[in-house]
């Protein structure tokens, strides 16, 4: 199977489309057209490094190369050019997809360098019989050149499952499908029967959530950072979905208590994935964290376990293996994945604390600022918080609160909010980890892949 293979299986009928800012596409012209314009048997059996700088041309170009490349390396619209030759000498990379202005690839040495471009033309099909394609995508979060980690398509694909009630499911997504989460959406609207709405990282997204109610988006997936953004919007309430999902965050019982307000009619749902477990679970009953009952293995064939309340994953769906010269192991000797992601088991529940490696010291103790932020997020004034550390001669550091309000208490009496939001901590949190400072800010920033930026003040 590929998403070649897959659009050459839809119904003459099927109305299915790829739509961009200012670009859309029938994928029905896949069966008969290309975008690669003459070269798709000169991509046969190639490792290939997809370089564009936009999604609408990777969605083309990925349609195109799976099944007809070795290997397709995606890379991020963030990925630093000078790590670019050191990322085509670990995968063995011999020639480069671009589109448009995409970034020279002269100084990677690869002398095979196609262009993906618009609009497609009449093709052949290629002679190059179908072989299985490697997926390699690179990690977010290391101040170095990234890690390539392997998927096959079966990992990639072995989560989706048909859609029920909805015959034609329009998905979209806050996340570029150039990452793992995006990569999933992307995979679940073209394998799955549906159309696909991309989104692009210059667009306000008031003009995005526009766009998804003019095409009406069905399906629609972020990190909860993303959500709190699009929710702060006067045009949160344009479109009406059918399902809402929340992945690379901790979902907090307050924003999943906004979203199911703002989308009577939509499931809710969180699901905890990463680049190396894979899809790991979902969790659909309203509530932050997980039962205790998921713990063991699931009914998706995934197997879950906590060592050193760690969360550890096991399944045909995580990643094969890390690629290139790096020592890092991707599984423990058992297959299992350490995810890094803290849990904390209170009564038949597990809830996410943190991150192992985003722990703040306070005068020796261990605090995870996800936790307070949890804490913060579910005042009724709060939009949105960041917790991190600011140094302190006494204890090494303090903990600041940065908050976001929402646009009702904006003006209100900032005092007295901060004075509640303190109270709150202080009822549930050890003295150490209530916030030294609450500051009001108005907004936060966030990553290229929708997290909250976490750096020290």
């Known amino acids: 199977m590929s998403l070649r293979r897959a659009i050459e299986n839809m119904k003459p009928g099927d109305n299915r489309w790829v739509w961009g800012v200012g670009h859309s596409l029938h994928l029905m012209r896949f069966i008969k057209q290309s975008c690669l314009h003459g070269h798709r048997d000169a991509l046969a059996g190639k490792s290939v490094m997809l370089l564009t700088p936009d999604q609408f041309s990777a969605a083309a170009a990925l349609i195109e190369l799976d099944g007809l490349a070795s290997r397709i390396l995606v890379c991020p619209p963030d990925v630093k050019g000078d790590h670019l030759p050191a990322i085509a000498a670990q995968a063995a990379i011999d020639t480069v997809v671009t ?20 609009p497609p033309a009449p093709s052949d099909a290629s002679r190059a019989a179908e072989i299985e394609t490697q997926w390699l995508l690179l990690t977010s979060g290391t101040t170095g050149v990234p890690k390539i980690v392997r998927h096959s398509f079966r990992s990639l694909t072995g989560a989706i499952r048909p859609i029920a009630n909805v015959d034609a499911p329009v998905w979209s997504t806050f996340y570029d499908i150039r990452r793992y989460g995006g990569l999933q959406i992307f995979l679940r609207a073209i394998v799955g029967g549906g159309s696909i709405v991309l989104s692009d990282a210059n667009e306000p997204v008031a003009d995005f959530l526009e766009r998804l109610s003019n095409h009406g988006v069905t399906h629609i997936s972020g990190t909860p950072s993303h959500w709190r953004r699009a929710l702060m919007s006067p045009k949160a309430d344009i479109f009406n979905p059918f399902y809402v999902r929340l992945s690379g965050e901790i979902a907090d019982q307050a924003i999943l208590d906004c979203l199911r307000t703002a989308f009577p009619r939509a499931a809710i749902a969180h699901a905890y994935a990463s680049t190396e477990a894979g899809v790991g679970f979902e969790v659909n009953d309203g509530f932050e964290g997980f039962p205790a009952a998921m713990i063991g293995m699931t009914d998706r064939g995934v197997e879950i376990k906590i060592i050193n309340d760690t969360l550890r994953i096991r399944s045909a769906l995580t990643a094969a293996n890390y690629v290139g010269e790096t020592m890092a192991t991707l599984k423990d000797q058992d297959g299992f994945v350490d995810t890094g992601d803290i849990v904390e088991r209170r009564a038949e529940r597990y809830y996410f604390v943190g991150r192992r490696g985003g722990i703040i010291n306070v005068g020796g103790l261990k605090v995870h600022p996800e936790e307070i932020e949890t804490v913060i997020n579910r005042h009724r004034s709060v939009r949105m ?40 901590c202080r009822e549930v949190l050890s003295p150490y980890k209530v916030p030294a400072l609450v500051r009001f800010v108005p907004s936060l920033d966030i990553t290229e892949s929708g997290k909250l930026v976490r750096t020290n003040a």
């Open 99 to 118: 589109a448009g202005d995409a970034p020279a690839t002269v100084s990677l040495g690869i002398s095979q360098n196609i262009v993906c471009s618009f």
């Open 385 to 424: 918080s960041l917790v991190k550390s600011r140094k302190n001669p006494i204890t090494g550091s303090i903990i600041v609160a940065d908050v976001v309000l929402s646009d009702n208490d904006a003006a209100a009496d900032q005092q007295q909010l901060r004075s509640e939001i303190l109270a709150e």
